[in-house]
T-cell receptor
Framework: GEDVEQSLFLSVREGDSSVINCTYT??????LYWYKQEPGAGLQLLTY?????DMKQDQRLTVLLNKKDKHLSLRIADTQTGDSAIYFC??????????FGGGTRLMVKP | DAGVIQSPRHEVTEMGQEVTLRCKPISGHDYLFWYRQTMMRGLELLIYFNNNVPIDDSGMPEDRFSAKMPNASFSTLKIQPSEPRDSAVYFCASRDRGAGNTIYFGEGSWLTVV
């Protein structure tokens, strides 16, 4: 079955860039997604990328996709304390049922 | 749009009691999902509906769990009888067939069974 892996934890200093990485196994993935979960809240869609794209930029967020290596990353520029949260990577195939990674907890130190 | 609306936001109940969680998906979305999130198991898909019809309930843990979607704007997830190990956050989500087939989540129902 499909599998999505993420590192558990990332700590950065305020103002630095954060890079959260994700690997997946399903080569038929159509879309790949990044969600953010703040404490006590649901998952909020940050951005998504279509599988035939290499990169997508949206303000401070840059998504890079290496389809050959099945590797997805999320870069947050000028990371702020408000970016502290759990970030989930997810992949969707033609049936579009999403498979989520376990989440990466981002801690931003002042 | 108000987004996916779930109720109750928090519930504490005693073991053996029936629990009913409710969800109103975003209008016009054709898929509805129920997920469960725990520290140990992460995010698990329990069941999903397409056009009000259950498509895959293989993630439902046991017969104590049931879900219905009587119409396009309402779904319930019921646990009867509840057990302490059912304590988790239960998320409802709905899918937009448009941009990226994106799934939008509700704020979750935080269930504690004591």
């Amino acid at each position: 079955g499909e599998d999505v892996e993420q590192s558990l934890f990332l700590s950065v200093r305020e103002g630095d860039s954060s890079v959260i990485n994700c690997t997946y196994t399903d080569s038929s993935s159509t879309y790949l997604y990044w969600y953010k979960q703040e404490p006590g809240a649901g998952l909020q869609l940050l951005t998504y990328i279509f599988s035939n794209m290499d990169m997508k930029q949206d303000q401070r967020l840059t998504v890079l996709l290496n389809k050959k290596d099945k590797h997805l990353s999320l870069r947050i520029a000028d990371t702020q304390t408000g970016d502290s949260a759990i970030y989930f990577c997810a992949e969707g195939n033609a049936g579009n049922m999403l498979t989520f990674g376990g989440g990466t907890r981002l801690m931003v130190k002042p | 749009d108000a987004g996916v609306i779930q109720s109750p936001r928090h519930e504490v109940t005693e073991m053996g009691q029936e629990v009913t969680l409710r969800c109103k998906p975003i209008s016009g979305h054709d898929y509805l999902f129920w997920y469960r999130q725990t520290m140990m198991r992460g995010l698990e898909l329990l069941i999903y509906f397409n056009n009000n019809v259950p498509i895959d309930d293989s993630g439902m843990p046991e017969d104590r769990f049931s879900a219905k979607m009587p119409n396009a704007s309402f779904s319930t997830l019921k646990i009867q009888p509840s057990e302490p190990r059912d304590s988790a956050v239960y998320f409802c989500a709905s899918r937009d067939r448009g941009a990226g087939n994106t799934i939008y989540f509700g704020e979750g129902s935080w269930l504690t069974v004591v």
